[in-house]
């Protein structure tokens, strides 16, 4: 990429779609009608949204050209064998099962392998890899390293999980854990990446324990980008050549392609030898569909199949690199705190400094992803203790480490404009942060609250 401070989308926009501005009064009531969750608006409502980048990119001309040529046959599709090749290609496994997003997929393997009292260690385990786990009645234990869970730790790779912690649990619970993980990049902690010293050293360790390694994937790109930024001896390597010995690693992974698939829906199981394969498929035929199209149609495989290229174009990956480290860095200069350094797909604010007079019990970070709606129509999702926060045996309060409010970034949506507008907009939030009132829950369901419980603000 050009070393010019300005940045340019490294592509040439061929259809647009408009933004929705409301007024303050309609956001208002439309956060009153959703109970305070964004989760609940209505996409009408909203000018920005930033909830997730799964599911959210601009497709290419050439994926949408692939669409055309979708082989709908319900089995053996030859969309499907193109699909398979690609995931091939990439990874290096042989077998490829295809799901309709990667919450499907971990359901499945999970469902093959968890069983009450199992253990899944991982650097940390997201929204719904944890609940798929806890389901199932196991334990989705998170052994990131102590700079993964401070904000303002500025170690280059705290997504990295913590060897020792990895290599005495494996030793002291092996006969409970049935797989371990690694998520790259690693949501949870605020998008940050796994070094490639630290994913072989992992994966020595899971071997030595007899232990099969699945990688969580969805973001494979941009980890593998990171280690070319951040580890000098990869510097001068490929991004496709980092990623495939990333895979070579493991035993195989799970992902949700709705991220770096660069699609609106899919996902897939990719294993290196044949011993899970049967009972993964057995299920995806009562759950998801026929083994060569699992829940998707093919026009999504073919979507796909142009997606996994697409995404390791560098030039592509230095562009969204740079726009969540402008966003960062513009935030901290008018005052908002953000986990440092900048991971690769979102802004994550840290709304336990920003919002110091909240305690968690009043949920700051989700009073500041509504401020942030109601403010500028930006639509942000809390990581904190409306999505991690317990209670103990005691029925005792126990907050998230930490309170995050995450600005994911749609791939290949918004220009750099968008983000400036955004970036103007914050400093009357910075301004009225002290007004700002925690929330209650009024309404929650027994598993992944975050999507659907609903809320009442807290008075002056």
């Known amino acids: 990429m050009s070393t010019h401070r300005t940045i340019i ?56 050209s692939a669409m055309l040529l979708a082989d709908e046959s319900y089995a053996g599709s030859s969309s499907f064998f193109r699909f398979e090749a690609v995931v091939q ?3 290096g496994y042989r077998f490829v099962i295809p799901t309709h997003q990667g919450r499907a997929a971990e359901r499945l393997l999970f469902g093959l392998l968890v069983r009450p009292g199992s253990k899944v260690p991982s650097n940390n385990h997201f929204d719904t890899t944890r609940a798929n786990i806890e389901f199932l009645g196991g334990q989705a234990v998170d052994l990131v390293i102590a700079e993964g869970k401070d904000p303002q730790s500025r170690h280059p790779f705290k997504g990295n999980i913590d060897l020792d912690r990895l290599d005495r649990y494996c030793e002291e619970h092996r006969a409970d854990i049935p797989l371990g993980m ?13 070094a490639l010293a630290n994913l072989h050293a992992a994966a020595a360790i899971y071997r030595k324990h007899a232990i099969p390694f699945i990688l969580d994937a969805c973001r494979f790109a941009e980890n593998s980008h990171f280690i070319k930024q951040r580890e000098p ?7 496709r050549e980092i990623a495939r010995e990333i895979f070579d690693l493991a035993d195989g992974c799970m992902m949700s392609a709705k991220k770096d698939g660069l699609v609106n829906i899919g996902g897939f199981i990719a294993l290196r030898d044949e011993r899970w394969v049967q009972g993964l498929r057995n299920s995806l035929i009562l759950t998801e569909g026929f083994p060569t199209y699992g829940g998707l149609a093919a026009r999504d495989l073919e979507a796909l199949a142009v997606g996994l290229d697409e995404v390791l174009d560098e030039a592509y990956l230095s562009y969204r690199l740079a726009v969540t480290r402008y966003m960062a860095e513009g935030m901290n200069r008018i005052g908002i705190p953000t986990v440092q350094p900048p991971g690769g797909h979102a802004v994550y604010i840290d709304a336990k400094t920003f919002l110091a007079h909240i305690p968690p019990e009043q949920f700051p970070g989700q009073a500041l992803a509504v401020a942030l709606y109601r403010q500028e129509g930006v639509r942000a999702c809390e990581i904190g203790s409306v999505m991690f926060g317990k209670k103990d045996a005691t029925g005792a309060f126990v907050p998230a480490p930490m309170e995050l409010v995450r600005l994911a970034f749609p791939r290949r949506v918004y220009t750099q404009s968008h983000f400036d507008y955004v970036l103007e907009g914050l400093t009357e939030l910075v301004r009225d942060k002290q007004q700002m009132r ?14 659907t419980c609903r809320f009442a603000p807290l008075g002056g």
Request: charged share 15%.
């Open 182 to 194: 690694l998520t790259i990049t690693n949501n949870t902690g605020g998008g940050q990446p796994v």
């Open 9 to 64: 989308e490294p592509f040439k926009i061929k259809m647009t779609e408009p933004l929705h501005i409301l007024t303050g009064e309609a956001r208002q009531a439309a956060l009153e009608e959703a109970g305070y969750n964004l989760f609940l608006l209505p996409a009408s409502t909203v000018t920005f949204d930033f909830l997730t980048d799964s599911g959210t990119t601009a497709m290419s001309a050439a994926q949408w």
């Open 233 to 239: 001896e990869h510097a001068g390597r490929a991004v």
């Open 89 to 91: 290609r990439i990874t």
């Open 438 to 451: 925690g929330l209650r829950i009024v309404h929650e369901p027994p598993f992944l609250r975050h999507f």
